[in-house]
């Protein structure tokens, strides 16, 4: 069956680096997701990564995937303010011939002066 | 236009109501979403939209109905609500494989009183 796994909440001071992580259990899984959901707002696509990659950088976010543990990450560089929120690891249902998102219970990050 | 506009933000109903939440997206994807979201819980998937037919139907009780009147547009109608289905209601969109992640809108936070 699948799984998405999150720890639930992540304390940083401002300016330090943020690693948020996620396992997941099916491993025919092809595209994984992190989302930010900031308080009463909706979803917020990050980024995301094909099965295929180890790693992807977008400016301040590197998300890396190791496989063979099912472990996916998510890296803030130079923590802000703003990225106080809750982030979720997503990974594409892959059992389904339909669009199925199956989320993990979201990591709430606190970012402190 | 690259979002996902849901009206109305805020709506409290009595549970004898009859109410529809609306969901609109220019961006030419042909699959939509209507997801449901408790407090500090991850967004549960209700309806899939595939090219304005319903692919699915995650077991939702009939008091909810979903309709998609053209490609453009969501409707999630309402009626005998109880007080558990007070929630953030989310629709969200993608391209027909929705490979590349899916575009949210900001919710509608439902009361049912």
């Known amino acids: 069956g699948e799984d998405v796994e999150q720890s639930l909440f992540l304390s940083v001071r401002e300016g330090d680096s943020s690693v948020i992580n996620c396992t997941y259990t099916?491993?025919?899984?092809?595209?994984l997701y992190w989302y930010k959901q900031e308080p009463g707002a909706g979803l917020q696509l990050l980024t995301y990564?094909?099965?295929?990659?180890d790693m992807k950088q977008d400016q301040r976010l590197t998300v890396l995937l190791n496989k063979k543990d099912k472990h996916l990450s998510l890296r803030i560089a130079d923590t802000q303010t703003g990225d106080s929120a809750i982030y979720f690891c997503a990974e594409r249902d892959p059992s389904g011939g339909y669009n199925k998102l199956i989320f993990g219970a979201g990591t709430r990050l606190a970012v402190h002066p | 236009d690259t979002e996902v506009t849901q009206t109305p933000k805020h709506l409290v109903m009595g549970m004898t109501n009859k109410k529809s939440l609306k969901c609109e997206q220019h961006m030419g994807h042909r699959a939509m979403y209507w997801y449901k979201q408790k407090a500090k819980k991850p967004p549960e998937l209700m309806f899939v939209y595939s090219y304005e037919k319903l692919s699915i139907n995650e077991s939702v009780p009939s008091r909810f109905s979903p309709e998609c009147p053209n490609s453009s547009l969501l409707n999630l109608h309402l009626h005998a609500l109880q007080p558990e289905d007070s929630a953030l209601y989310l629709c969200?969109?993608?391209?027909?494989?929705?490979?590349?992640?899916?575009?949210f809108g900001s919710g509608t936070r439902l009361t049912v009183v």
């Open positions: 990564i094909f099965s295929n990659m």
């Open positions: 099916d491993s025919s899984s092809t595209y």
């Open positions: 969200a969109s993608s391209q027909d494989h929705g490979n590349y992640g899916y575009t």
